[in-house]
Structures are given as C-alpha cells and as structure tokens.
C-alpha cells in the first residue's frame, strides 16, 4: 500500500530572489510548520552565558534548540538567491535572518504608513 507521506527532503524550497515576498514567506511558513522548525522562527532559542549549571534534561533541550535553529538557518540560506542571502549572512540563529528579511521586504509600520501614503498620492 502506497504511503501518504511526503518527503520534504525531495521538495525544492522556493528561492526568494527580491519578488512576490508575500508568496514565498507563505510557503517558507508551511515548510517550517511541517519540520517541527516554526517555533524557532518565531521564538528562536534562549542564549545562555553559562551552560555549566543546567541540568542533563535543560542542557538536552539547549542541544535541540541550538540543532532546530541551526537547520531552520541552513534552509533559509538555501531558500534565498545569493544577493538576498548576502543581506542574511551575519544573522547568527533562524529567528535574526528571518526578522531581518521581514522588516526589508514587509516593512514595519512606519515603512506600510509611507507605502499605502505614496500610493494613495499616485492615484
């Protein structure tokens, strides 16, 4: 019997080249919602100055936080063209390379207020 299961090793991430933000953030969202990796997207992980005190099971989870980050980076590094992943490449953890292309590519406030401003002038 067939299985219903897809395998996203096998699946092409999309590259992000400059265009259609929106659409590639979206399925970039999905990709890591599938893999267990959104969590550190949006949180990332809890960097401490001293390990030595944790416990094994606190040092465990520090180790799969410190792995899911690590390949959270790897795909979005990959799911970048290489003008857009020079913009990432001092971004350390998962969560600092997506928030970077966030506030370039959506804006924050501020930039959605000049934007819808500029283009209801145009019109």
């Known amino acids: 019997m067939a299985s219903n299961t897809v395998n996203f090793s096998s699946v092409p991430l999309p590259v992000f080249t400059g265009e259609n933000f929106d659409l590639w953030k ?21 960097k401490l100055d001293n390990t030595i005190t944790l416990s094994k099971e606190e ?27 020079r913009r990432i490449m001092d971004a350390d953890t998962a969560k600092k390379a997506w928030d970077i292309l966030e506030e370039e590519f959506e804006g924050n406030e501020q930039v959605h207020s000049v934007k819808l401003h500029y283009l209801r002038r145009e019109f």
């Not at 979206?26 to 809890?46: A, H, R």
């Not at 989870?61 to 857009?84: M, N, R």
Request: proline residues 0%.
């Open 26 to 46: 979206l399925k970039l969202k999905t990709y890591f919602i599938s893999q267990k990796l959104w969590d550190i997207i949006q949180s990332g992980c809890t």
């Open 59 to 85: 040092q465990k989870k520090l180790e799969d936080c410190e792995q899911k980050d690590a390949q959270a980076l790897f795909v979005l590094q990959q799911a970048v063209g290489e003008t857009i992943a």
